[in-house]
């Protein structure tokens, strides 16, 4: 199966000049956590709640005289929407990431995968696998 198959198709995007405290209006009325910031059809970078509470906070910043470009994570890795999920565990993985902004052929954004989206097609891939199994050993 391909990250295309299991990512959020609708995807929370901020500027990179919007303000720390419209970032965070942003996350709470959509629900998310992460925000990818997007000047154009490409990710630029990446802004979570961790992000503004570790890097903005934490030094006292007054959330709207500060801007998301400030606090996000730049060149985020990203994963085409052709991929093999295997691949998205891989690279989560590797680089103690949670989410993967996902792309087309193109480099232009076009969904988000997160651990929680891998983790879960591979939860139920190996419940499918075992339950196959035992179906066999009777």
């Not at 303000?19 to 000047?39: E, F, I, P, T, Y």
Request: hydrophobic share 45%.
């Amino acid at each position: 199966m391909d990250v295309g198959d299991i990512m959020t198709k609708n995807v929370t995007r901020v500027l990179p000049q919007d303000n720390l405290q419209k970032a965070a209006a942003l996350m709470k009325d959509s629900k998310v956590g992460c925000l990818v910031v997007a000047g154009s059809a490409k990710a630029i970078g990446i802004l979570t709640d961790r992000d503004l509470a570790v890097r903005a906070l934490a030094q006292d910043w007054l959330p709207h005289e500060h801007n998301v470009s400030e606090v996000m994570t730049a060149n985020p890795i990203t994963i085409n929407q052709d991929s093999d999920i295997m691949e998205a565990a891989r690279l989560i993985g590797r680089n103690r990431i949670r989410r993967l902004p996902v792309t087309d052929d193109k480099n232009n954004l076009v969904g988000l995968v997160s651990e929680a989206d891998v983790t879960e097609y591979i939860g139920q891939a190996l419940t499918d696998i075992f339950g196959e199994l035992t179906k066999a050993e009777k």
